[in-house]
């Protein structure tokens, strides 16, 4: 799974990074905390333009759902889709043919489970760099308002050997793509089979990871801040540092 991410990125960052114009730079806004069910507005290179950086809310909502009542049943099941599945699940299948995005993270977070305990960790580039995780998108019409919706889910595959021992429940990653992968991606004129070949698991040494306080699950304080990604040990001989 991929939930909780770090979008701390600034437009010029984003910009610099990507060769491409952020759209509505107002409406963004930079957080150390962005968790899917809050449904965050979060910036990605489409490949519709990818000269363009735009704002997808995050929980992909199909083209074909046909009413809002069930946009919002569907949205809440779909923020990761599996790249095994990708390329036959009707939820993310049309997206995946035609509609494909990289979104941009300085690093996200997952548990680890020791014992009764979650221990939550933060996992980033081992530079320091952005990471570019694989999206699919995809816009939807609410018919009685013309309001357009558009959304991404995030690919994951299973885990490499550093998150499988962090992510030990579910031993699952997100989609984590090398810059020689990242145009490969959204370019929709390489064949399926090439694409499906691109969402593997990366390699453990781009990552570095270290465990955080429990701030991370605090919903009565504000996780949009510098500390929510410090390191703090915990005691436990299960741990991986």
């Known amino acids: 799974m991929c939930f909780t991410v770090n979008v701390n990125l600034i437009k010029e ?10 759209i509505d730079p107002d ?25 363009k950086i735009q704002l997808l809310k995050w929980g992909l909502i199909p ?15 779909t923020f990761n889709a599996r790249s095994e599945s990708i390329a036959t699940k009707p939820s993310f299948s ?3 043919r035609s509609k494909r995005c990289i979104i941009p993270v300085k690093g996200f977070f997952e548990w680890q489970h020791v ?3 979650k221990i939550p960790w933060y996992i980033y580039q081992s530079e320091n760099d952005v990471l570019s995780l694989a999206g699919i998108y995809d816009n939807w019409i609410e018919d009685n308002t013309g309001e357009v919706f558009s959304t991404f889910s995030i690919v994951t595959t ?30 929709l004129s390489i064949a399926e089979d090439d694409a499906l070949k691109l ?17 991370i699950n605090s ?23």
């Open 13 to 22: 960052e984003l910009e610099n990074r990507y060769g491409a114009t952020l």
């Open 27 to 51: 409406k963004y806004r930079p957080s150390y905390y962005y968790h899917a069910f809050g449904l965050p507005s979060i910036p990605a290179v489409c490949s519709g333009n990818p000269s």
């Open 63 to 77: 083209s074909w759902t046909k009413s809002i009542d069930e946009a919002n049943i569907i949205r809440y099941k």
């Open 94 to 96: 049309s997206s995946f």
């Open 115 to 117: 014992g009764n305990e």
């Open 158 to 187: 299973e885990a490499n050997d550093l998150m499988a021992h962090i992510h030990n429940s579910g031993k699952r990653m997100p989609v984590i793509l090398s810059k020689s992968s990242e145009t490969q991606w959204i370019d």
């Open 199 to 215: 969402l593997q698991p990366s390699p453990s040494e781009i990552l570095k990871a270290h465990t955080i306080s429990p701030l």
């Open 219 to 241: 919903r009565s304080e504000d996780r949009n801040t510098p500390e929510v990604i410090q390191p703090y040990n915990y005691s436990s001989e299960n741990l991986l540092f």
